[in-house]
Each structure stands twice: as structure tokens, then as C-alpha cells.
């Protein structure tokens, strides 16, 4: 069992930038890959990015790409997502998630691949 704890939510204005951090409770966190999602009120939970854990790979949302940037630290199994440029369509409710298997591209969009959840944090982006 694998326990993930977002932080760094809040409110900010428009072209702001947040930092999202999530810690995992894993020793062996470097062999999961971690996703990012996120939901607003009313809407499905959606992909917003992600890191493999074979080969470093990322991949991110067509509504977030060159804006949003997924790194992590697996010397303090810790994924971060650095959110630039700030929309308030971003608002939502943001998860982080952790997968066993192995995925790549379009297979790391789905939150059913995904074994473990964080609680979310809430991103609020005022106009």
C-alpha cells in the first residue's frame, strides 16, 4: 500500500505559478510511475500529466503543455507538478497518482491505470 500526500495548492491570480508537491510513502517509489489529474466541480476527473518510471519519460495535456512541468525527486519519493502562466480554467481539484505497471504515452492518460491516490489539493485561479 502505497499512501500519497499532496501540498502546495491555494488561490492565485491569473499568470500566476503554484508549485504542487507529493510525497509517497514507498521505499521503492523510483519503480512507480506518478500522474497528475485534476477536477472541477461538475466535470470528470482529467489527465494533466505524467512521469514514467522507466526512462524518465513525461507526458502532459494538450491544455497544459509548456505551461505545466511534472519532475521528481526519488531521493525523497516526492513528484512535483510546477504550474506556470495560470489560467482560471486550471482551478480544479488536483490529484496525485501512482502506477505499477508500466505506461507510455497515451496509456498513462487513463485514471483507471492508476493503483494509488492522493486526497487532492485545491488549485483556485482568480481572473
Known amino acids: 500500500q502505497v499512501q500519497l500526500v499532496e501540498s502546495g495548492g491555494g488561490l492565485v491570480q491569473a499568470g500566476g505559478s503554484l508549485r504542487l508537491s507529493c510525497a509517497a510513502s514507498t521505499r521503492t517509489f523510483s519503480s512507480y510511475g506518478m500522474g497528475w489529474f485534476r477536477q472541477a466541480p461538475g466535470k470528470e476527473r482529467e489527465f494533466v500529466g505524467a512521469?514514467?518510471?522507466?526512462?524518465?519519460?513525461?507526458y502532459y495535456a494538450d491544455s497544459v503543455k509548456g505551461r505545466f512541468t511534472i519532475s521528481r525527486d526519488n531521493a525523497k519519493n516526492t513528484v512535483y507538478l510546477q504550474m506556470n502562466s495560470l489560467k482560471p480554467e486550471d482551478t480544479a481539484v488536483y490529484y496525485c497518482?501512482?502506477?505499477?505497471?508500466?505506461?507510455?504515452?497515451?496509456?498513462?492518460?487513463?485514471?483507471?491505470?492508476?493503483?494509488?491516490w492522493g486526497q487532492g489539493t485545491q488549485v483556485t485561479v482568480s481572473s
Open positions: 512521469s514514467t518510471w522507466r526512462g524518465g519519460n513525461t
Open positions: 497518482a501512482a502506477r505499477e505497471a508500466y505506461c507510455s504515452g497515451y496509456g498513462c492518460y487513463s485514471p483507471g491505470g492508476y493503483d494509488y
